[in-house]
């Protein structure tokens, strides 16, 4: 690839109207996404209605993507393209596409030349050409096989060389008639032992064409005596018709009074539930009463014992002496310390005393 070739190719993709513009870094690795999407493009620009294929994730892909694309080219417009400088999709691969680009930029160029030197001789040609549609697709066909078998001629005068000595190395050497007679019975009884085999595939396929139509027909008599026995099956009623029948009726009554019976049921356990929860409810309620109760209870008892108390102390404090609280050591007596009793002897002389002042205050009354 020289830089010349490149430059060329870029101005020339881009007076034909290409629109992605294509750098000279784009070749300088492999680079096949691009090469194949120029190709397309060219080759749709030269004809709109080629079918391509559009494939090229895999290689076998690629290929045939090569493949079509050159025998396009080829047998539409006689543009020979190598198919491995192609698929290296490098820059000697910009050289296989400049063949094709050029051709279109001289077709753009002599048809703009053409437009304005004789615009006023093209329009008639337009409107002939349209009435002419059909035989213009005529015209595309004849051309397209033309070009193939062209191309078929091209191909086999290529290797006429080869076959033209070969036909004077033939020609040069002396026949042996026995061996060619050996030859040619050789290839007879090869040709007669062929059409035995075929003559015989041909019986055996004859007696198997037989007996599949034997097969066939009796598959045709079974079914003609099926359907009408289907038939008569159905056209007759079944004696245990009408007792199924009733006992069909029957059940739906059953069902109907098991359907009640269970809606019945249902109500009934709802309710109950609905009983048991509200008795659940008041004999909480009565237990939660219950037990406030008896702590109000415990507490007044609590209330009279403390009052009971108070009036026990009471009535020593009006005794005259002095008395302590119960449940505290007591001490009786001077700051002296004469007449200190412990708890056993205050204990007695306070029995003792409450008694007489019991017996005072009975005196007195």
């Known amino acids: 690839m020289s830089y010349r070739d490149l430059r060329n190719f870029t101005e020339m993709m881009r007076a034909l109207g290409y629109p992605r513009l294509i750098s000279m870094e784009n070749f300088r690795t492999p680079n096949f996404p691009l090469v194949a999407e120029i190709l397309t493009w060219l080759v749709n620009r030269y004809d709109p209605t080629a079918d391509l294929p559009t494939d090229i994730d895999t290689e076998q892909d690629r290929v045939i993507f090569i493949k079509s694309t ?71 066909q004849l051309a397209s096989q033309i070009t193939t078998r062209g191309a078929k001629l091209y191909e086999l005068l290529g290797k006429e060389l080869e076959l033209r000595e070969m036909r004077k190395s033939a020609l040069s050497r002396s026949v042996d008639v026995d061996q060619l007679e050996k030859g040619v019975r050789h290839s007879i009884a090869a040709v007669e032992l062929e059409v035995q085999r075929v003559t015989q595939m041909l019986d055996n396929l004859a007696g198997d ?39 069909e009726v029957e059940l739906q009554k059953q069902y109907e009074g098991y359907m009640e019976r269970h809606r019945n049921l249902s109500y009934l356990e709802h309710q109950l539930e609905e009983y048991s929860r ?72 306070l029995t003792s005393g409450s008694g007489l002042d019991l017996e005072g205050d009975g005196e007195g009354e």
């Open 70 to 140: 050159a025998q396009f080219m080829a047998s539409k417009a006689h543009i020979k393209l190598n198919t491995k400088k192609l698929y290296s999709a490098d820059g000697y691969a910009v050289k296989e596409l400049l063949k094709i680009t050029s051709v279109l930029y001289s077709a753009m160029r002599t048809n703009k030349i053409d437009r304005d030197t004789s615009h006023t001789e093209i329009a008639p040609a337009a409107v002939e050409l349209s009435t002419k549609s059909t035989d213009l697709k005529a015209c595309r």
């Open 209 to 247: 064409e037989a007996n599949l139509e034997m097969k066939i027909e009796k598959k045709k008599q079974e079914l003609e005596r099926n359907q009408k026995r289907l038939r008569s099956l159905a056209n007759v009623r079944p004696a245990f018709m009408d007792e199924y029948e009733k006992l």
């Open 278 to 349: 509200v008795e659940q409810d008041r004999a909480e309620e009565t237990e939660s009463s219950l037990k406030r109760m008896q702590l109000r209870m415990q507490e007044a008892e609590k209330r009279m014992i403390q009052d009971d108390i108070i009036n026990d102390d009471m009535l020593l404090v009006g005794s005259g002496e002095f008395a302590v609280p119960r449940g505290d050591p007591r001490m009786v007596g001077s700051m002296t310390g004469d007449g200190i009793a412990t708890d056993d002897e205050e204990s007695g002389s």
